[in-house]
């Protein structure tokens, strides 16, 4: 096994996990099969290194084994919790689940998108996580990695060939002191040919807007002042979208640097980058808007949304359209806030009456509902497609049963336990009191229970599909019966037939409802489904998506219209690349 170690300096958030799944696309496209962990920045006590000896340190892997990247963006905020499930969204971003229920750092799900791989829970390493094994923590830290690293995530047998480790924070922060001194042992446990580090800095240049190319002089100090020879510094300027950072790193043979690192040139070729390469140059070429609108509790930070940003930015592009998000917070939509702000009210109700589509993702707590609630209805009376995540299905439930079935005190038991037509209620096996690692989460089966619904047809005309979950709450099976002869269509649930899944307006343009987050297996090169039928809906080429009964791999097709192959458990077999914008949150918004 070979380990590639990724470390920042200078500042946070400068996109170390960008540069680790860069990295790790390099690598993969020369042949080698990559696997990634992640050990996120923790709050703990002092212990183990001095700010000097880590620094100290840090100098002597320069100077041993490294490549020098330069760059800059990411934000990671200290925290003691074994995972990520209890962090607030605005602190630390959106929380990433995988197939095993595993709620982990934003960044895994980075990982998983640019590699195609399915992870773990135990690919996210955290302080939590450590001090509850042994009081020797730097063994247990290293154990942990050896042990990690050769899991397959790749659906093949055997470990990987090379394992991506991203240390999260800063070098020289406090928190991160015993896993630095941790990776040093563990260098001297691996040798020489099997360890690289790549350090992640910012070179600040005055007079100049944005990141810049560095020139040669700027290169030469660094390399005399860092013992890292020149062909091994390596920049990663502003670009168009993020998809063309590996380009970057192949054209700047970062890849040779790394291979001749770890002792496999002979193992590895030339990296085969044409798909990435023509799919990152497409993106730049979208102008035709696809506008739609956020409708969240959260949307003052786009990380807390990160998944689904990048779930309607891969069904965009298939589309072949630009896409536009319209953040409305969902209590600007509501009835308190016309009285006490008229003018925020009346601009949230613009942004939504001018989208071309409404999505309402999954979220926590009652703040907000009611506006939630009032963009279902309006996205219901409206015909305006309509996507509603988890919380977002629940809502149109509510908004059903309020509206349809004329329940005026139709509610979630979340939001008020005492309401006379509970439509949403709290699960039997979950627990009230403890919040962390409650919930039903992870991996679960939905069953088709009609083959001519559009999100059956969305998905290829399987028979079921395994979609991650995380929700405490679901609908009240006892009113489903009720729901479904006004209209409302249950058209996926799982194995007992009690637990509601996926819900559609089978009268409606695209009124569709998930209890699960499709976001969370999206890949570039194959769009959530679900999230490809919002986007098609909402530019016109819905009919025209399900009307293709067996869809090809992806490619692009003469007409502009980009269909991606379906896999029933979400996973493609091939690389592929999506579409960024300048603003840095992958999207262009106002």
């Not at 320069?62 to 990520?84: K, W």
């Not at 990380?303 to 600007?332: F, I, T």
Request: charged content about 20%.
């Amino acid at each position: 096994m070979k380990y590639i170690l990724v470390t920042g300096g200078v500042v946070s958030g400068l996109g170390k996990g960008v540069t680790a799944s860069s990295i790790g696309v390099v690598l993969k496209a020369c042949g080698l099969r990559v696997t990634s962990i992640k050990i996120g920045k923790q709050l703990i006590p002092p212990m183990v290194l001095s700010i000097r000896a880590s620094l100290a340190y840090l100098y002597f892997l320069l100077h041993h084994f490294s490549v020098h990247i330069e760059l800059g963006r990411e934000v990671q905020d200290p925290y003691l919790n074994t995972d990520a499930g209890t962090m607030s969204p605005f602190e630390h971003g959106e929380v990433f689940v995988l197939d095993d229920g595993g709620e982990v750092d934003l960044d895994l799900g980075n990982y998983e998108r640019f590699l195609d791989i399915k992870l773990t829970r135990d690919n996210n390493i955290t302080t939590g996580k450590i001090y509850q094994v042994v009081p020797h923590i730097t063994d247990a830290i290293q154990e942990w990695i050896e042990r990690v690293a050769v899991i397959p995530v790749d659906g093949k047998e055997g470990p990987a060939d090379v394992c991506v480790i991203e240390l999260g924070g800063t070098i020289g922060d406090i928190e991160s002191m015993p896993f630095i001194e941790a990776l040093g042992q563990f260098s001297y446990r691996v040798g020489l040919g099997n360890f690289c580090l790549v350090h992640v800095s910012l070179v600040p240049v005055l007079n100049v807007v944005g990141e810049q190319p560095l020139d040669d002089n700027v290169k030469e100090k660094l390399s005399q002042f860092c013992h890292v020879p020149i062909a091994n510094i390596v920049t990663l300027y502003d670009v168009t979208n993020i998809w063309h950072i590996p380009l970057l790193l192949r054209d700047q043979k970062a890849h040779e640097a790394l291979l001749k690192a770890l002792n496999i040139q002979g193992l590895a070729q030339e990296p085969e980058l044409e798909e990435w390469t023509c799919r990152a140059k497409i993106c730049d070429t979208l102008c035709d808007p696809v506008r739609i609108a956020m409708v969240g509790k959260y949307t003052g930070l786009s990380d807390s949304y990160l998944s689904v940003l990048k779930a309607l930015l891969h069904a965009s592009v298939a589309c072949r359209r630009k896409l536009v998000v319209d953040w409305v917070p969902s209590s600007d939509l509501e009835a308190a806030t016309a009285k006490e702000a008229p003018d925020v009210h009346e601009a949230a109700w613009n942004l939504l009456k001018g989208a071309d589509g409404i999505l309402v993702p999954g979220g926590f707590g009652d703040r907000g509902v009611q506006g939630k609630i009032l963009a279902a209805k309006y996205a219901r009376e409206s015909n305006i497609p309509y996507l509603g995540i988890c919380l977002g299905m629940q809502i149109a439930v509510i908004e059903f049963a309020r509206n349809v079935l004329n329940l005026e005190d139709a509610n979630s038991t979340e939001f008020d336990p005492n309401t006379k037509n509970p439509c949403v209620i709290f699960m039997p096996e979950g627990s009230k009191t403890h919040m962390g690692g409650t919930m039903r989460l992870g991996s679960r089966r939905t069953y088709f229970q009609a083959k001519d619904c559009k999100s059956a047809k969305l998905y290829g005309n399987v028979k079921y599909v395994d979609e991650r979950h995380r929700h405490r709450y679901e609908v009240n099976p006892n009113l489903v019966m009720k729901l479904e002869s006004s209209g409302l269509a249950f058209v996926g649930k799982d194995d007992s037939g009690r637990r509601m899944e996926i819900l559609e307006l089978p009268s409606h343009s695209y009124y569709v409802g998930v209890q699960f987050h499709p976001e969370f297996k999206s890949w570039p090169g194959k769009p959530s489904p679900l999230f490809l039928g919002l986007i098609a809906a909402s530019c016109g080429l819905l009919k025209s998506l399900l009307s293709r009964e067996n869809l090809p791999p992806a490619k692009m097709m003469t007409n502009g219209f980009l269909t991606p192959k379906v896999y029933q458990n979400g996973y493609s077999k091939s690389l592929s690349n999506g579409k960024y914008y300048a603003n840095g949150n992958g999207l262009t918004s106002r």
